[in-house]
T-cell receptor, first 111, second 113 residues
Framework: SQQGEEDPQALSIQEGENATMNCSYK?????LQWYRQNSGRGLVHLIL?????REKHSGRLRVTLDTSKKSSSLLITASRAADTASYFC???????????FGKGNQVVVIP | DAGVIQSPRHEVTEMGQEVTLRCKPI?????LFWYRQTMMRGLELLIY????????DSGMPEDRFSAKMPNASFSTLKIQPSEPRDSAVYFC???????????FGDGTRLSIL
């Protein structure tokens, strides 16, 4: 089954810096989603990008999608300590709401 | 607006015991998902329901696992008998469907001794 895979696995940055994470997948998709998970909590949806979209913004988040390379990136600008979390990409292959999640990307923002 | 509610938050029990995890989805959501998260395997989809009907249970690891959704506001995931390798965090999520995001509960941390 299709599964997103994030790269790099762990990232440590200073507050105020930008953080970039990448995700690759294997087959065609209907949409790709990014989620954040704080320690001991459930996943929280950040942004959804459809297969016919190339870029999407939400506040300090910027997501790109390259379907020819089967990859996506999540950029967090001007990071804050509160952005410390794990970030997951998830793909919906058929538009049936069934998501395949990657292993996650641990981001630590140092104040 | 209440989110997805899971209970219990933590469960510690001995192997061989029956474990029942509970989930209340967001009202009006047509889809409900059960996931399992471990360090080794990440987040795995176990089963999902649409309008209370199981659609895909291919992720259920074995017959010891079963899930039900008797009505639109309640679902259970049962493990009987439980084994130490079942130790994980189990999440429930719900969504309206139609490219809408999934909303997750805070999970049940299950430890089987």
């Amino acid at each position: 089954s299709q599964q997103g895979e994030e790269d790099p696995q762990a990232l440590s940055i200073q507050e105020g810096e930008n953080a970039t994470m990448n995700c690759s997948y294997k087959t065609s998709i209907n949409n790709l989603q990014w989620y954040r998970q704080n320690s001991g909590r459930g996943l929280v949806h950040l942004i959804l990008i459809r297969s016919n979209e190339r870029e999407k913004h939400s506040g300090r988040l910027r997501v790109t999608l390259d379907t020819s390379k089967k990859s996506s990136s999540l950029l967090i600008t001007a990071s804050r300590a509160a952005d410390t979390a794990s970030y997951f990409c998830a793909t919906d292959a058929n538009g049936n709401n069934r998501l395949a999640f990657g292993k996650g990307n641990q981001v630590v923002v140092i104040p | 607006d209440a989110g997805v509610i899971q209970s219990p938050r933590h469960e510690v029990t001995e192997m061989g015991q029956e474990v029942t995890l509970r989930c209340k989805p967001i009202s009006g959501h047509d889809y409900l998902f059960w996931y399992r998260q471990t360090m080794m395997r990440g987040l795995e989809l176990l089963i999902y329901f649409n309008n209370n009907v199981p659609i895909d249970d291919s992720g259920m690891p074995e017959d010891r696992f079963s899930a039900k959704m008797p009505n639109a506001s309640f679902s259970t995931l049962k493990i009987q008998p439980s084994e130490p390798r079942d130790s994980a965090v189990y999440f429930c999520a719900s969504t309206l469907g139609g490219n809408q995001p999934q909303h997750f509960g805070d999970g049940t941390r299950l430890s089987i001794l």
